[in-house]
T-cell receptor, first 113, second 118 residues
Framework: IAGITQAPTSQILAAGRRMTLRCTQD?????MYWYRQDLGLGLRLIHY???????GKGEVPDGYSVSRANTDDFPLTLASAVPSQTSVYFC????????????FGQGTRLTVV | GENVEQHPSTLSVQEGDSAVIKCTYS??????FPWYKQELGKRPQLIID?????GEKKDQRIAVTLNKTAKHFSLHITETQPEDSAVYFC?????????????????FGQGTILTVHP
């Protein structure tokens, strides 16, 4: 089934630990995005990638890094997790060009303790 | 960068009533305005969108209007039903160009919790 998949679904992480959230899409979309969702703040863009091999910073990039080695995968890494990174993380993808509809993964609920 | 403000943060209506959610954006270069619906515990899903060359778009019970001059756009839901209860997000997109192709990076509003009472 075509779509976008995130892993893990949820995670409890000790502060200071390193964590990579995985995101894979099989729609051959050019653009991919990572958002965090916090109550009352909506969806805020962390990092994005317009095409494989390129990445860019979003609204809240500090403490996060991404890579885009190929079209399908867009992992998000927290180098040293802090409690303020407790959130629900959504990966999304879009085809690019005039078709800018974003398709979202099911989300990863991350709790940093 | 783009800034999107969404109001109200919560909205409660009776079944059959209409619901209106409003958003304003800051960057006049934005040209794509989608609305997403997110049910509890699920992913956001696109319900309707509008481009800057159109003033209004309708799809059954939902419609979106855009005022480019004032930089605001609204979602209208008529004959609301309990299954319309969800969080609704507006977004605005500015096109970026890379490798000869344009890409839209979405900036979201803060969300509106809509509750439809039977």
């Amino acid at each position: 089934i075509a779509g976008i998949t995130q892993a893990p679904t949820s995670q409890i992480l000790a502060a200071g630990r390193r964590m990579t959230l995985r995101c894979t899409q099989d729609m051959r979309h050019n653009a991919m995005y990572w958002y965090r969702q916090d109550l009352g703040l909506g969806l805020r863009l962390i990092h994005y990638s317009n095409t494989a091999g390129t990445t860019g910073k979003g609204e809240v990039p500090d403490g996060y890094s991404v890579s885009r080695a190929n079209t399908d995968d867009f992992p998000l890494t927290l180098a040293s997790a802090v409690p303020s990174q407790t959130s629900v993380y959504f990966c999304a993808s879009s085809e690019g060009g005039m078709n800018t509809e974003a398709f979202f993964g099911q989300g990863t609920r991350l709790t940093v303790v | 960068g783009e800034n999107v403000e969404q109001h109200p943060s919560t909205l409660s209506v009776q079944e059959g009533d209409s619901a209106v959610i409003k958003c304003t954006y800051s960057d006049s270069a934005s040209n794509y305005f989608p609305w997403y619906k997110q049910e509890l515990g699920k992913r956001p899903q696109l319900i309707i969108d509008i481009r800057s060359n159109v003033g209004e778009k309708k799809d059954q019970r939902i419609a979106v209007t855009l005022n480019k001059t004032a930089k605001h756009f609204s979602l209208h839901i008529t004959e609301t039903q309990p299954e319309d209860s969800a969080v609704y997000f507006c977004a605005a997109s500015i096109q970026e160009y890379a490798g000869g192709t344009s890409y839209g990076k979405l900036t979201f509003g803060q969300g509106t919790i809509l509750t439809v009472h039977p």
